[in-house]
């Protein structure tokens, strides 16, 4: 069962082969042989899956009929989830028991999905390979001394291992993307906007976006069907309709002009990675594709101005928490100063409170125009070298990662080295773009992924183009062979 699409799933569901029940069982059988090695949960809503499972048969039993009923899905635990702890990754919310579900959730939930439980991530969406975690590390399927990226690892690993068929995670700065690239997946990040983000956890809130981690396009356009649209109590997300996804899939490319980014094929990309992207883009050619050369002169500042805008925004989202209203309590605090510092001191990790100090520093008075400012300004560049890439092609591709998935323990001790996974990614997420991830290959035994840019509320274009790609290709159906 862990084998077969989401419409394979729904298509045996609907014939009776075998009943959301059993499915779920199944599922949470493998969570319970496999999870010790991979950690990629945080929770394990077994009961909730159970029961959200009887109902989705008894919908079923009813008449009801969508793609999604009866499906099980994983959560990023950055969601809150009413009743079920929201850790965020991090001992500050260890102990966090959401009164609400996030709009993700509910949508999920109101189409049938089942929730299986949280998954890990970097600590409060931190991170570049699931290691600032409290909960400890994740575990790559596809070797378990490498990381499975960040900082929607837990996800990554869960779809990768068949453990759940579809995963939410969030994008700060390539948070879906990249760790879909490192275990094999097709991973969405939507345009800003496009998936309501209330009730997720705030990291960066000019750039936070919820998305899909799923194992093909086609999966990803039937669940990013059930969670796209307008969202009143999300003043962010756009009043515009959603788009029929699963109904633009399979058109075929010609008339399709796709861009290659020639500055992300420079220094600092694995030679090997950078040839497999070489032979995606030869075959979306041979598909039908027009390729074309285009620039982002400015994308080599995108880490830098991310580094000051995610943290600087960061550093006021986590301002809230101070062990009163939100957060660990430190004991016995002998007055209020004490409790703040310390039940910070302790409820944060090294990452997050390394971001918290570069925000509180480039905001402060004196630095602000210095750093804030001018990253703002740059910002701006970025957006505009998309816009005009954008007159000429429909979409932009180049890798998603510059390298595979790294051994755990590495770029540990060194923060810049880290932050530099996201060079190809970040961008996107500056400018507000859709984006997506797909398998494209293996280097050195470890999935390599093929990174497709879209204009704004352009996910039906990347889908339907990866879904092509997907059809015209077997790497997307690859298993990490411990996990078969
Ligand atoms: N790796 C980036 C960071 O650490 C992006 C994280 C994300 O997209 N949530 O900030």
Same mark, same amino acid.
């Given at each position: 069962?862990?084998?077969?699409?989401?419409?394979?799933?729904?298509?045996a569901?609907?014939?009776?082969?075998?009943?959301?029940v059993e499915?779920? %069982?199944?599922?949470l059988d *493998?969570?319970? /042989?496999?999870? &010790?090695? @991979?950690?990629?949960?945080?929770?394990?809503? =077994?009961?909730?899956?159970?029961?959200?499972?009887?109902?989705?048969?008894?919908?079923?039993?009813?008449?009801?009929d969508?793609?999604?009923?009866?499906?099980?899905?994983?959560?990023?635990?950055?969601?809150?989830?009413r009743?079920?702890?929201?850790?965020?990754?991090?001992r500050?919310?260890?102990?966090?028991?959401?009164?609400?579900?996030?709009?993700?959730?509910?949508?999920?939930?109101?189409?049938?999905?089942?929730?299986?439980?949280k998954?890990?991530?970097?600590?409060?969406?931190?991170g570049?390979s699931?290691?600032?975690?409290?909960?400890?590390?994740?575990r790559?399927?596809?070797?378990?001394?490498?990381?499975?990226g960040?900082?929607?690892?837990?996800?990554a690993a869960?779809?990768?291992?068949?453990l759940?068929?579809?995963?939410?995670?969030?994008? %700060?700065?390539?948070s879906? *993307?990249?760790? /879909?690239?490192? &275990?094999? @997946?097709?991973g969405?990040?939507?345009?800003? =906007?496009?998936?309501?983000?209330?009730?997720m956890v705030?990291?960066?809130s000019?750039?936070?976006?919820?998305?899909?981690?799923a194992r093909?396009?086609?999966?990803?356009?039937?669940?990013?069907?059930?969670?796209?649209?307008?969202?009143?109590?999300?003043?962010?997300?756009?009043?515009?309709?959603?788009?029929?996804?699963?109904g633009?899939?399979?058109?075929?490319?010609?008339?399709?002009?796709?861009?290659?980014?020639?500055?992300?094929?420079?220094?600092?990309?694995?030679?090997?990675?950078?040839?497999?992207?070489?032979?995606?883009?030869?075959?979306l050619?041979?598909?039908?594709?027009?390729?074309l050369d285009?620039?982002?002169?400015?994308?080599?500042?995108?880490?830098?101005?991310?580094?000051?805008?995610?943290?600087?925004?960061a550093?006021?989202?986590?301002?809230?928490?101070?062990?009163?209203?939100?957060?660990?309590?430190?004991?016995?605090?002998?007055?209020?100063?004490?409790?703040?510092?310390?039940?910070?001191?302790?409820?944060?990790?090294?990452?997050?409170?390394?971001?918290?100090?570069?925000?509180?520093?480039?905001?402060?008075?004196?630095?602000?125009?210095?750093?804030?400012?001018?990253?703002?300004?740059?910002?701006?560049?970025?957006?505009?070298?998309?816009?005009?890439?954008?007159?000429?092609?429909?979409?932009?591709?180049?890798?998603?990662?510059?390298?595979?998935?790294f051994?755990?323990?590495?770029?540990?001790?060194?923060?810049?080295?880290?932050?530099?996974?996201?060079?190809?990614?970040s961008?996107?997420?500056?400018?507000?773009?859709p984006?997506?991830?797909?398998?494209?290959?293996?280097?050195?035994?470890?999935?390599?992924?093929?990174?497709?840019?879209?204009?704004?509320?352009?996910?039906?274009?990347l889908?339907?183009?990866?879904?092509?790609?997907?059809?015209?290709?077997?790497?997307?159906?690859?298993?990490?062979?411990?996990?078969?």
């Open positions: 069962m862990h084998t077969l699409s989401v419409s394979a799933l729904g298509n569901l609907r014939r009776k082969e075998f009943s959301s499915l779920t %069982t199944h599922f *493998r969570v319970a /042989a496999y999870d &010790t090695t @991979l950690n990629s949960f945080i929770t394990v809503t =077994g009961d909730i899956a159970l029961a959200d499972a009887a109902r989705a048969d008894e919908r079923r039993r009813a008449g009801e969508n793609p999604l009923l009866g499906i099980p899905i994983a959560h990023k635990d950055i969601f809150c989830t009743g079920v702890r929201t850790s965020c990754g991090s500050m919310l260890d102990t966090f028991i959401a009164p609400y579900d996030a709009t993700v959730v509910d949508r999920f939930r109101a189409n049938g999905t089942v929730m299986l439980g998954t890990n991530m970097d600590e409060f969406a931190m570049s699931n290691q600032t975690s409290w909960y400890g590390p994740v790559n399927p596809w070797d378990a001394d490498r990381v499975p960040g900082s929607s690892g837990g996800s869960a779809v990768a291992a068949g759940a068929p579809i995963a939410t995670g969030t994008e %700060t700065g390539g879906i *993307r990249q760790p /879909a690239a490192l &275990t094999g @997946l097709t969405l990040k939507p345009t800003y =906007g496009r998936v309501s983000r209330f009730g705030a990291f960066a000019s750039l936070d976006q919820a998305g899909i981690l093909s396009a086609e999966d990803v356009a039937l669940s990013l069907g059930a969670i796209a649209g307008h969202d009143p109590a999300d003043s962010t997300s756009v009043d515009r309709p959603a788009d029929d996804y699963p633009a899939l399979g058109s075929d490319l010609s008339g399709v002009r796709i861009g290659v980014v020639k500055e992300q094929f420079g220094e600092g990309l694995d030679p090997v990675v950078g040839k497999l992207v070489e032979e995606a883009i030869d075959d050619e041979r598909l039908g594709a027009t390729i285009v620039s982002l002169p400015n994308s080599a500042l995108s880490i830098p101005v991310y580094y000051v805008v995610a943290p600087a925004e550093s006021s989202n986590l301002s809230r928490y101070e062990g009163v209203r939100f957060g660990h309590r430190a004991a016995h605090p002998v007055d209020m100063e004490d409790l703040y510092k310390r039940s910070r001191s302790e409820g944060f990790g090294d990452e997050v409170k390394r971001r918290i100090m570069i925000g509180t520093y480039v905001l402060s008075a004196g630095y602000y125009d210095a750093y804030y400012l001018k990253a703002q300004q740059v910002r701006r560049l970025i957006c505009a070298d998309f816009a005009r890439a954008f007159d000429q092609v429909d979409l932009i591709v180049g890798p998603t990662s510059p390298f595979t998935a051994p755990i323990g590495e770029k540990l001790d060194d923060p810049v080295a880290m932050y530099l996974c996201d060079i190809y990614t961008g996107i997420n500056l400018a507000g773009l984006a997506l991830s797909a398998p494209a290959g293996f280097a050195r035994g470890l999935p390599v992924g093929l990174h497709l840019m879209g204009n704004h509320f352009r996910e039906d274009l889908l339907s183009v990866a879904h092509r790609y997907q059809q015209a290709t077997d790497w997307h159906t690859r298993r990490p062979a411990r996990f078969t």
